[in-house]
């Protein structure tokens, strides 16, 4: 086979690499999306956030996607001993979208990758990754095996690395790095509700918070299925013995609120178990190539920021690379990586001292602060770079200092 030549290689049709491409289909650099499954295939991250419409948006992807009716988030509840924290994006600190989207992923992601294509984006579904090659102007020689098992090499001028967990450049440039968060794992899997109550309960995206690091996603999908899953320290998920189905089962008898309602439901699959999700690397861009979206870094589910952040970078290093071959000077170091992880840290921050319990205590404390909130509401809606609201501009700082002025509250009333 002959080698194919293009500006642009992109590895993987995730949202990253959807969003990737059409914005440079629609900036008129030629690329090439390889993606190793074919769709629809199922993957875990079904809980949007705000921001990420804003790059469907900017890309000409929003129209199809609004056309499947997936079921609305207008915000998100948290549950824990009987208090409810809940957030509506209607109510944040930073201009932006109130709501998106509770998406099964097979048919979300299925509707992106159909639509670049309808743009007129070449891709290759169950076409393979297995090796690439770097000259010294980071141009790239990327070998490729199709499902008939033939190699064929890709030639282009940059890379970018959208394989979500292939980890494909991580793994093959030794970029991998340990992430600084705990060893924290997830068991999930779908029902079908034959029991879903009424009217918004039923449509409710919920964290219910079962023990101080344990917790458990209710995502109600509008096509009557619902997505559930155990998140918790990874000594916590593997102390539970038996078949996953099993496991789970034993796992739902720790949820007061939600036992009665899920417990009779048939499992639409045998749950998965992913164990020590978090990801990171030694860096997020080299000469020809830039990591997007899980292949780059991985936090936590529990703001649902792995699509917003995949999208995020996807687009980020569409634009950066599209500058630079139009001639355009482009800082990698200052505009990918520092803009990037300007984000990330925002949102490690809050990972963190969610599992600290700092910021439970925030989100449990009553009576609510109506500020603090809406600037919380911002963070949680993906809004992690306006620097207006000093729960991000302080992130580090805010969120442990307002956790001890409740501490010292409650010391005063008892
Ligand atoms: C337990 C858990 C719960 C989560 N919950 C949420 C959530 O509620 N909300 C949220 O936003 N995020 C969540 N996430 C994160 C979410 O799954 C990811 O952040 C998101 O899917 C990343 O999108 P992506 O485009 O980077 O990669 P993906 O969507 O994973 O796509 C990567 C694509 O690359 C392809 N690929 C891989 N290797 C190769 C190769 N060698 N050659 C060619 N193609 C390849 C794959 O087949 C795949 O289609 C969760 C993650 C975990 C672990």
Redesign the pocket.
């Known amino acids: 086979m002959n080698d194919i030549v293009v500006d642009v290689l992109i590895?993987?049709?995730?949202?990253?690499?959807?969003v990737a491409s059409a914005y440079l289909k629609n900036n008129g650099i030629s690329s090439k999306v390889?993606?190793?499954?074919k769709?629809p295939?199922f993957?875990?991250?079904?809980?949007?956030?705000p921001r990420?419409m804003d790059h469907f948006e900017e890309t000409g992807l929003l129209d199809c996607l609004m056309e499947q009716k997936f079921e609305i988030k207008a915000g998100a509840r948290f549950l824990k001993n009987d208090i409810v924290c809940n957030f509506d994006f209607g109510k944040k600190h930073t201009p932006g979208w109130n709501y998106t989207w509770q998406v099964p992923?097979a048919d979300f992601?299925n509707t992106l990758a159909k639509e670049i294509v309808k743009k007129g984006v070449d891709v290759s579904f169950g076409?393979?990754?297995?090796n690439v090659q770097f000259d010294e102007n980071g141009h790239s020689i990327t070998t490729?095996k199709n499902e008939e098992g033939e190699e064929y090499n890709i030639k282009a001028k940059f890379i970018i690395d959208?394989?979500?967990?292939?980890?494909?450049l991580p793994r093959l440039l030794d970029l991998e790095k340990s992430s600084t968060l705990n060893p924290n794992s997830?068991i999930?899997t779908h029902i079908k509700e034959t029991e879903r109550p009424e009217g918004v309960e039923g449509t409710l995206i919920t964290f219910d918070v079962v023990k101080d690091e344990v917790w458990l996603?209710v995502?109600p999908f509008s096509n009557g299925n619902t997505s559930i899953?155990f998140?918790g320290p990874t000594e916590f998920i593997e102390s539970f013995e038996g078949t996953n189905a099993e496991k789970m089962r034993e796992m739902l008898k720790i949820s007061d609120y939600y036992y009665d309602r899920l417990k009779n439901q048939e499992f639409l699959f045998e749950p998965h178990i992913?164990k020590n999700?978090s990801k990171a690397v030694k860096q997020l861009y080299g000469k020809g190539y830039a990591l997007?979206?899980?292949?780059a870094e991985?936090l936590d589910?529990v703001f649902?920021?792995?699509?917003?952040?995949?999208t995020e970078s996807?687009l980020k290093a569409a634009k950066l690379i599209t500058k630079e071959l139009q001639g355009e000077k482009v800082d990698w170091e200052q505009d990918y990586t520092g803009y990037i992880m300007k984000g990330v840290d925002v949102f490690r921050t809050y990972v963190s001292e969610w599992y600290t319990g700092n910021l439970q205590k925030i989100f449990f404390h009553r009576p609510e602060n109506p500020v603090i909130k809406e600037q919380i509401c911002a963070v949680l809606a993906g809004y992690v770079w306006d620097e207006t609201n000093p729960f991000v501009k302080n992130h580090n700082r805010l969120v442990k200092t307002v956790a001890k002025v409740i501490d010292m509250e409650n010391e005063m009333a008892n």
């Open positions: 590895i993987g049709a995730g949202p990253s690499g959807c390889v993606e190793k499954s769709f295939r993957v875990i991250g079904e809980s949007l956030l990420c992923r992601d076409h393979e990754v297995t490729i959208s394989s979500g967990y292939g980890r494909v997830a999930y996603w995502i899953g998140v992913i999700y997007t979206g899980n292949s991985f589910p649902s920021s792995g699509v917003t952040f995949a996807g």
